[in-house]
Nanobody, 130 residues
Framework: HLQLVESGGGLVQPGGSLRLSCTAS????????VGWFRQPPGTNYIGIACISRSSGSTYYAVDVEGRFTISRDNAKNTVYLQMNSLKPEDTALYYC???????????????????????RGKGTLVTVSS
């Protein structure tokens, strides 16, 4: 059964930190470009962080650059999103997605244009509030 499962969401105060995890089953994440997307209440989802297969390239949306870090552990079949200095506007449903292309896939193409996405998780809710 192929799936991506997110975990690590919850309620955190402004300025706090959370680490989200995206773990795959039934597929090897090492073959995929992986990204984190978020959907704030009442808006469309957007790509916020994507990472290449080898971790050599990353992309961050301007709203999170410098505060969030995406990383991956292919041996654990898991991708992480470390979120620091959280703000109320970071409140959203966060989900991960995996994209496969036989050739080269730029991380920004996955995050911005959602190219070649094959799998998406169901998401984990992050609420930033005092």
């Amino acid at each position: 059964h192929l799936q991506l499962v997110e975990s690590g969401g919850g309620l955190v105060q402004p300025g706090g930190s959370l680490r989200l995890s995206c773990t795959a089953s039934g597929l090897s994440l090492a073959d995929y470009v992986v990204g984190w997307f978020r959907q704030p209440p009442g808006t469309n989802y957007i790509g916020i962080a994507c990472i290449s297969r080898s971790s050599g390239s990353t992309y961050y949306a301007v709203d999170v650059e410098g505060r969030f870090t995406i990383s991956r552990d292919n041996a654990k079949n898991t991708v992480y999103l470390q979120m620091n200095s959280l703000k109320p506007e970071d409140t959203a449903l966060y989900y991960c997605a995996a994209a496969y292309r036989r050739g080269f896939l730029r991380v920004q193409d996955m995050c911005i244009r959602e190219d070649d996405i094959n799998y998406r998780g169901k998401g984990t809710l992050v609420t930033v509030s005092s």
